[in-house]
Every structure is written in C-alpha cells, then in structure tokens.
C-alpha cells in the first residue's frame, strides 16, 4: 500500500472532509503547492481554486472548490480551514456562469471595488470550470 496521510477539510459550517490520502495538491494563495506523505510541517494562506486529492488505493482523483482560508500540514496530517469548500460534482454550472455574468459586468469605482471585483471573477472561473469537469 502507497504511504498516505490523513486530510480533513472543515468550513465554519460543517465538516467536508476527513478521510486518508496519498496526495494533495492545495491552492495556496500565491500558487498550486503539493502536498505528499510526512512533509515537513507548513502553514500557508489558502487562495482561490481547486484543490485535488489522491485517494489511498488509487482510482480518479477528487476535485474540491477552495475559497481562501489557511492549511497546515503536521504529523503527517493536512488541515485545511476553508472559508468555502465545495466537492466539484456538487457546483452548479448555470450558478456558476450567472456569477461570471454578474463579475464581469461589474463596473469597479475604486481600488477596494476592483479587488473585490477580481477575487468574484476567479472564484466564478474556478468553479465553472471545476462544474463543467
């Protein structure tokens, strides 16, 4: 058997995920950072993506929409603190294309507007695209 190690996704509505896998790919606010068995610890921001997981056995990969939050790997077991989490096969993709719709036609008036105007548009690419998937 692969080496794994124990990965839980929590929201501050529930508890999405608590099961062992063999590999995480996390989208860490400033990029895509890969996560394997007994890594070294680490704290890290979380950003705005898909987030994939290797379960123990092998079979396909599970896809997740992460919406910011902070991760942390230690004793071999990833804990991600999730603002938004959400199993791709449970997106919407007519929700999803509505917020695109919505972002893109927002018209942002100052430097606050703007910021907030890109983080909508990423989180509704991230999830078309993990919808259509």
């Not at 902070?70 to 603190?81: C, E």
């Not at 893109?104 to 703007?114: G, K, L």
């Amino acid at each position: 058997m692969a080496q794994s190690f124990q990965c839980t996704i929590v929201t501050p509505a529930r508890q999405v995920l608590d099961e062992q896998v063999t590999y995480v790919s996390v989208p860490a606010h400033d990029g895509l950072m890969g996560v394997a068995p007994h890594r070294a610890p680490l704290v890290a921001k979380l950003g705005v993506g898909a987030l994939r997981l290797d379960p123990v056995g092998g079979g396909a990969s599970r896809w997740y929409y992460i919406g910011g939050g902070f991760v942390q790997m230690n004793d071999n077991r990833l804990t991600l603190l999730a603002n938004e989490a959400t199993e791709a096969d449970k997106l919407n993709r007519e929700e999803a294309q509505a917020a695109l719709k919505e972002a893109q036609a927002r018209v942002p008036h100052s430097d606050e507007e703007f910021d907030h105007a890109q983080r909508d548009l990423a989180k509704a690419r991230t999830k078309l695209q993990l919808a259509k998937s």
